[in-house]
C-alpha cells in the first residue's frame, strides 16, 4: 500500500473511534473475516479520484455481528525433525493460575487507556484500516477445497500443478493502527489437475504468532508498521513483553506472519516474511493446504531469511539474505545447496540497519542494495516513525562472488538517489565489465510506510555497475512521457541471473491497485499491456514457461487473480504470454483479495515433496 495525505480533522478521528466496537471482549475472529468476506462497495468512487487510498471508507462494520462460527480446520501435520517446534511455551486462558488472570486484567486495562489516548488522534491513513483493509483489500475467512470449478477456455497441457500465492489477511479486527502488510499469511491454491479439472483452496499459515492469537480470541502481538510508531509504540513493546514475563504470551518461537513470499525449494513450500524463519507449507493430495511448522532447514537456520531468496535455474542452489534491525551484524548472507545443505553466513559490514526486501543474482555474483530507507529506532522516542528516507545517505550496491566465505571481496558501487523495493532480474556483461541490474525505483522511497503529499512512481530502470571502474549509471527503459507505475512481477525464471529480453511487472495504476500487467522489451523500452478491464483488478503476474526445452524466453503463459469490484466476483485468468490473448478463466467459488507473491510448482515437482 502507498502513502496518501493524512487524516485532518477531529472528525476523522471520531470517525475511526466508531467503526471499531467498543471492547476487546467482543471481537470474534470468524464472524469479522465473514463480515468482510461479505462486504462490496455501496457508491461508485468520485471520478476525481485517482488512488484507492483517497477514497471513502468502505470498511462499513455492521452493529450486530454474524454468529460466531467455529474456524474451518487446516490439515496441520505434525512438525518434523527440521523444524522448530510448533508448540507454544505459553498457556491458554484456562489454564492461567490467580496471579496470571491478575496480572492479564492489570495488562488489559492499561491496553484499553492507551487504545483510548491512541483514538483522539487522528491515524495516518498509511495505517488506518478503513484505509489499508478497505474494499477488496479486506481479508476473507479460509476456504477448504472447492472441486470441478467452472472454466472457460482450454487450460494449456503444460499447466499441470498448483498456483499458490500469499498476502495478508488479518485473523482479528485491527483494534488500533493497521498497515496492510501487517496481516496474518493467507495461501491461496489453484490445483491443475491431469485432464483439466481444477479445484481451489485458500488457508492460513499457522505461525505461532496466529495459534496464540486464535486461542486468546484477539490481536495480541504487535504490528510492526501500524503500530510500533511514536510513544504509544514504545508503550505496546513494553505492554507485550509484560505478558511475555507473565506467561501470557510467547514470543521465544518467532513474531512473523509469513504473509509476504513463497518459493518452492528442496520439496518444501516456503511462506517469508522477513521477520522470522520461514514456515513450511504442504500442498495435500486433495489440493489444500496444511503447515507443517516454522521450518529452520534441519537445525541449520537461526535467523529471519528475507522474502525473496533466489533459486538458480543452473545449479539449483538457493541464495537469501538476513537482516536485523536492532544488533550487528545487521545484514547476513547465505546460500543453500540443491540438496538444502547451508552454507556458513557471510556478515556483510554496515553502518546502520537497512530495509533490504530484495537483492538479485547473476551467474557469479550476487547483488545486494544498500539504499536510503533505513531503520532508526531512537526515531520512535521522538514520536516518528522507525522506518525513513535518510537523504543524506547515498544508495549503493555491493557486488559480492556468490561462493565467497566472507565479505572482504565486496565491491560497492554508488546509485545516487536510487530506492528499488523489488529488483526484477541482474545479469553480467563481460565485454564492458558491467553488471546489468532490472529494478523498479521508487519515489518517494519510504511512501509504502510513511504518508507524503508527493505522487508515487515506479520507474522501471537498468542500472549499469562497472565492477572495474566503480561507477554506476542509470537509464528509464521506457520513456519518461509514457511513465507507468510497474511493481510486482518478475522475469521466466528458467532465466533468473542471465540476460534476459522481457518482463511481466503489474500495472499498478490506479496506485496501489494492479488495473493489468505488462510485457516489456527490456532492451527497447516497448511495452504491451494486458488490461482486466473497467472496475476489474489483480496483482503479480505470474509467468509460467512451456517447458525446459522451449526455444523462445516468452513461451510461456501468464497468470493472475482478477477482482471484479463491479460484480464482486474473483476469478483465475491463463493469458498466453506471446500473443497476450486470454487462454483461459477459472471461476473462483470466493473472493480473493488483492495480495503480495506467489509461486507455481509443477505437478513432478509435486511427487517429490517432502
Known amino acids: 500500500m502507498a502513502a496518501a495525505s493524512p487524516a485532518s480533522s477531529a472528525a476523522a478521528a471520531a470517525a475511526f473511534k466508531s467503526s471499531f466496537i467498543s471492547s ?81 486484567l492489570a495488562l488489559d486495562a492499561v491496553e484499553s487507556a492507551l487504545v483510548s489516548h491512541e483514538r483522539t488522534h487522528p491515524l495516518p491513513k498509511t495505517a488506518d484500516p478503513r484505509v489499508q483493509i478497505s474494499g477488496n483489500f479486506a481479508p476473507v475467512p479460509e476456504q477448504p477445497v472447492a472441486r470441478s470449478l467452472p472454466v472457460i477456455g482450454k487450460i494449456p497441457e503444460c499447466i499441470q500443478g498448483v498456483y499458490v500465492r500469499n498476502g495478508a489477511n488479518p485473523l482479528h479486527e485491527p483494534v488500533a ?7 496474518d499469511g493467507m495461501i491461496h491454491a489453484v490445483r491443475f489437475s491431469a485432464g483439466g479439472s481444477v479445484s481451489y483452496a485458500c488457508r492460513f499459515t499457522e ?24 510513544h504509544s509504540g514504545i508503550a505496546r513493546l513494553m505492554l507485550f513483553y509484560a505478558r511475555s514475563l507473565c506467561g501470557l504470551v510467547d514470543h521465544g518461537n518467532g513474531m512473523g506472519v509469513a504473509n509476504a513470499g513463497l518459493v518452492y525449494f528442496d520439496g518444501h513450500l516456503l511462506a517469508m516474511s522477513e521477520d522470522d524463519l520461514p514456515y513450511h507449507v504442504r500442498v495435500t493430495r486433495s489440493g489444500d493446504l496444511g503447515t507443517v511448522g516454522r521450518y529452520d532447514f534441519a537445525g541449520q537456520l537461526d535467523s529471519p531469511m528475507i ?22 551484524p545487521y545484514l ?33 555474483f550476487v547483488v545486494i542494495p544498500d539504499q536510503q530507507v533505513v531503520f532508526k529506532l531512537p526515531e520512535m522516542i521522538r514520536g516518528g516513525s522507525p522506518v525513513i528516507y535518510d537523504k543524506d545517505k547515498v544508495s549503493r550496491f555491493g557486488v559480492l562472488d556468490k561462493n565467497a566465505s566472507d565479505a572482504s571481496g565486496i565491491k560497492w558501487i554508488e546509485v545516487p538517489d536510487c530506492f528499488c523495493f523489488h529488483l526484477w532480474n541482474a545479469w553480467e556483461e563481460k565485454e564492458t565489465d558491467e553488471i546489468v541490474v532490472i529494478g523498479s525505483c521508487m519515489t518517494p522511497p519510504d511512501s509504502i510506510f510513511n504518508e507524503s503529499e508527493e505522487s508515487l512512481q515506479s520507474v522501471l530502470s537498468e542500472i549499469r555497475l562497472n565492477i572495474k571502474t566503480g561507477r554506476s549509471t542509470r537509464r528509464r527503459i521506457i520513456a519518461e512521457a509514457e511513465q507507468i507505475n510497474l511493481e510486482a512481477g518478475m522475469v521466466n ?118
Open 24 to 104: 476487546s471482549s467482543q471481537l470474534s475472529s470468524p464472524s469479522f473475516l465473514l463480515d468482510l468476506g461479505s462486504l462490496r462497495p455501496r457508491d461508485k468512487p468520485n471520478s476525481r479520484i485517482a488512488c484507492s487510498l483517497h477514497t471513502p471508507s468502505i470498511l462499513h462494520l455492521p452493529e450486530q455481528k454474524a454468529p460466531s462460527q467455529p474456524p474451518i480446520p487446516s490439515p496441520v501435520t505434525k512438525p518434523t525433525k527440521q523444524n522448530s517446534g510448533s508448540g507454544s511455551s505459553s498457556s491458554s486462558p484456562q489454564d492461567w493460575n490467580f496471579i496470571q488472570r491478575a496480572a492479564s
Open 177 to 183: 493502527g493497521h498497515h496492510f502488510f501487517d496481516g
Open 207 to 230: 505461525t505461532h504468532r496466529l495459534i496464540q492469537e486464535r486461542g486468546l480470541g484477539r490481536p495480541i502481538f504487535p504490528k510492526a508498521i501500524g503500530e510500533l510508531h511514536g
Open 307 to 328: 522474502a525473496h531468496p533466489k533459486i538458480d535455474p543452473a545449479s539449483g542452489e538457493m541464495f537469501a539474505l538476513s537482516y536485523d534491525v536492532v544488533r550487528k
Open 332 to 364: 547476513k548472507y547465505f546460500r543453500f545447496s540443491k540438496d538444502g545443505e547451508k552454507s556458513p553466513d557471510v556478515e556483510i559490514p554496515l553502518a546502520e540497519p537497512t530495509m533490504m526486501h530484495d537483492f538479485a543474482i547473476t551467474e557469479r
Open 493 to 610: 525464471r528458467n532465466q533468473l541471473g542471465r540476460k534476459t529480453k522481457y518482463a511481466y511487472l503489474a500495472l499498478a495504476e490506479p496506485w496501489p491497485k494492479v488495473s493489468g500487467f505488462a510485457k516489456v522489451d527490456l532492451s527497447t523500452g516497448e511495452v504491451r499491456k494486458y488490461v482486466y478491464g473497467e472496475e476489474r483488478y489483480g496483482g503479480e503476474p505470474m509467468f509460467v514457461p512451456r517447458g525446459p526445452e522451449s526455444e523462445r524466453e516468452d513461451d510461456g503463459y501468464v497468470l493472475a487473480f482478477v477482482h471484479d469490484e463491479k460484480e464482486w466476483r474473483s476469478e483465475l485468468q491463463i493469458v498466453n504470454a506471446v500473443t497476450l490473448e486470454l487462454e483461459a478463466t477459472v471461476k473462483l467459488p470466493s473472493r480473493v483479495p488483492y495480495g503480495f507473491h506467489g509461486t507455481f510448482i509443477s505437478s513432478k515437482d509435486l511427487e517429490r515433496q517432502a
